[in-house]
């Protein structure tokens, strides 16, 4: 089912059969070699309930490695996982019949900002030429035909990893998994239990690396450091307080 009530049935998001061909398809171009036929059949699975379509890039088929063994005994294992692209969900958000739109930005300590998640308004203002303070969070809006517009809010300390993109552009990740957020809430239908790379915790490989000779995996990266952790089990330095609503 889609999130607007209608059925897909086993049509792409651009009402492409999915019959044997294309199924094929993806499986030689877009998944792992090495993937089993239980994880391509639940990732074929998650492309139709969600409407993303692998073959433009809005899904992509990752592996990775994770260690269900200990730091004495290793036993490092492959999985293949559905991953949705943030790209992908706002393509696929543009096509709900009743999507009107989507709003986001993330937010500074001494930004003037409210949050009324009871009406699904946010009144946010700031000077882009005087920002000060530290990254305190983003929040994200999203608003449907003839429902409550969605509001998100996230902490910036609960959702920052120890990775290089996020200690690169931080203000660019945190605005992304608020977008993420705030269309899994809208539309949990189709995006409900779905998380972009951005949002996934830092991994650690063995010393043999992952996904080195797969097909697949060279358009979305898999994250280069081990054992899965609670998301934001590592927060960085910054430790502002969201601004108390009026």
């Known amino acids: 089912m889609e999130a607007n009530g209608k059925s897909e049935g086993t049509t792409s998001p651009q009402g492409a059969a999915w019959n044997r061909e294309r199924v094929e398809l993806v499986k030689r171009t877009i998944c792992p070699r090495g993937i089993s036929e239980d994880e391509f059949a639940l990732f074929i699975e998650q492309c139709k ?3 993303l379509d692998p073959l433009l890039k809005e899904a992509f088929c990752v592996a990775r490695r994770q260690n269900i063994g200990n730091r004495e005994r290793p036993n490092w294992v492959t999985k293949y996982e559905f991953q949705p692209s943030e790209a992908g969900m706002l393509a696929r958000a543009e096509r709900f019949p009743d999507f009107k739109g989507i709003q986001a ?5 001494e930004d003037e900002i409210v949050v009324d998640q009871g009406k699904g ?6 000077n882009p030429a005087k920002r000060k303070g530290a990254l305190v969070g983003a929040w994200s809006r999203v608003v449907r035909e003839g429902k409550l517009p969605v509001v998100v809010w996230l902490d910036f300390s609960g959702y920052v990893q120890q990775t290089p993109l ?13 977008r993420v957020a705030a269309l899994r ?18 991994e650690e490989y063995d010393s043999h690396g992952a996904g080195h000779g797969l097909p697949g995996l060279h358009d979305e990266p898999v994250p280069a450091s081990g054992s899965y952790e609670v998301l ?4 960085g330095p910054v430790k502002a307080s969201f601004p108390t609503l009026a």
């Not at 934001?232 to 927060?235: A, E, Q």
Request: hydrophobic share 40%; with cysteine.
């Open 49 to 51: 309930r969600s409407g």
């Open 185 to 202: 809430k809208a539309y949990p239908e189709a995006f409900g239990g779905l998380y972009v790379r951005e949002e996934m915790p830092a």
């Open 232 to 235: 934001g089990s590592k927060p």
């Open 166 to 178: 996020w200690a690169k552009i931080p203000t660019t990740m945190i605005e992304k998994c608020a």
């Open 105 to 109: 930005s993330a937010v500074f300590a």
């Open 121 to 126: 308004e946010v009144v946010h203002r700031f």
